[in-house]
């Protein structure tokens, strides 16, 4: 096994690795060897085509398709250089006050996390889009919401330089999305980090040292070779900092011979999502343009979100139930559609965790409660009152038996669409803002890490991505993120004399 030494080792580049790399650029003038360890590929601008089924194998882990192990719900997170702010759309929230206050950390003050937020905002180049950059999915949202009486906002979101081409959950062909991969990795890299990719840190050691397996190339598979000859490597380090994500970290620290906490992995949570869609008389520009730029929060009211989305072909198939020919006639309508995202507020629930497997991989246990199903259910029916308020002919809502609602029964979806029609397994729910499994707390009884994403009685190793979320965030979260592993970095500075003797 070959052996590397460097001061500080940070696993994972996303939205949490990428800018705690970012952050502690700065030491590298020091003489701090700061090293980035990334499992996935760095692709080239070039090599993001747009093309749905060829983008998913190439950044998704299992294609976008992870499954939890009961089989009732897909998890989408990313595997690549930039981790999933690759695939992510950009939709840029600060946590909501009740939210933080919730999850009582001591010393986790609102203010805080908004004040480094507002830094990232600013970095990512967060704006709202002007009038001539939303399509009619978007707008018919503003129209029906408005008309049904709910408040409608606006996402604010951070591109630069976007055209319009609606390809964000497949990576942006044309550079416009400032995710980590974009803005704090090349930064960290320009003041001397290093990273390398299609590195996977196997486990972590209690002499500090992380143990990593570097791939080959695939044959036909995109992205540059690693930057370190394939095999195995010993990287000694003094600080290290795991940013695998909800499911990368609590699988990582499992799998690793160390003495944490034994709450490790509980607390997940993820806004489980249906992609809902309705039909319309006339073709509407729907995947061209912007997909996410409207939403309605009604998390603390009835436990749903949702949000303007625009999936494509093979992930709208997937969502619309049934087979045949009804099927196949909404999935002809593409043009024609209309659709929502409904997230569930689900929140952390013992059971809801991840554990890792004989082999040391991930397995995500998630059972939905009565109050997430309730608030996909209540997220649904407010959709199709959107959607009908906004002029559709036909609304496909899984929580109907049939799923296919017609206008005249516009009236009535209230008494349509309920909880009794939900089916396990049947009805497709996916996720993607994946949370918790490290969450931060008092002590090691209530949870793994403190406020400073130390974990408890490791205090070289720090968590620094979703997975500290104590409970779910109740909005997108990838601006959270970031604010707190802003904070890990700190952390890290000021202990750094203390932890690099
Ligand atoms: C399709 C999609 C759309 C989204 N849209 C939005 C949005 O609009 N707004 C928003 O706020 N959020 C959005 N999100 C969520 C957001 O992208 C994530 O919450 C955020 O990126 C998570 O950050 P993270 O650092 O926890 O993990 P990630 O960003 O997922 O990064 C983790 C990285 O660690 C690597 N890794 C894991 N284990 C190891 C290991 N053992 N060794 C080496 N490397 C490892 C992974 O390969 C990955 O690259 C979206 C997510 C998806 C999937
Ligand atoms: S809509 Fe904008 S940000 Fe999204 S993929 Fe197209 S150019 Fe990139």
Known sequence: MTERVYEVVIIGSGAGGGTVAQALAPMVRDGVRILVLEKGPRLADGEFTGREMEMATALYEDGGGFLTADGTMTLAFACTYGGSTVVYTGTSLTAPERVVRHWNVPGLDHADVVRRSEKYLRENNVHLLGPDALNDNNRLFVEGGRRAGYHVEQFPVNVKGCRGSSFCNLGCPNQAKQG????????????????????EVLRIEVDRSVVVRVGEKPAGGKGAPSEWAPGDYRVRGKIVVSAGGAIGSPALLLRSPLPTPRCL??????????????????????????????????????????????????????????????????????????????????????????????????????RFTPETVDGLVRGTVASAKIFFAAGALRVHAPFADPPLIDARDAARVEALITTRHWRPGKTTVSAAHLMGGCGMGRSAADSVTDVWGRVHGIPWLRVADASLFPDSLEINPYVTIMALADRVAEGIREDARELLA
């Open 180 to 199: 980590t991969n974009r803005v704090q990795l090349p930064a960290a890299e320009r003041d001397g980090v290093e990273v390398v990719t299609r590195a």
């Open 265 to 366: 992995g509980d607390g997940f949570t993820c806004h489980p999502a249906l992609i809902l869609v309705a039909e319309h008389p006339r073709a509407i520009t729907n995947d061209v343009g912007h997909p996410k730029s409207f939403f309605v929060d009604r998390g603390a009211e009835e436990r749903f979100v949702l949000e303007t989305c625009m999936y494509f072909p093979f992930t709208t198939a997937k969502a619309i139930t049934g087979f045949g020919a009804a099927h196949s006639a909404m999935v002809r309508a593409f043009p024609r559609l209309q659709m929502i995202l409904v997230l569930a507020c689900d929140h952390a629930t013992p059971g809801n965790r991840i554990t890792a497997d004989a082999a040391g991989k991930p397995v995500v246990h998630y």
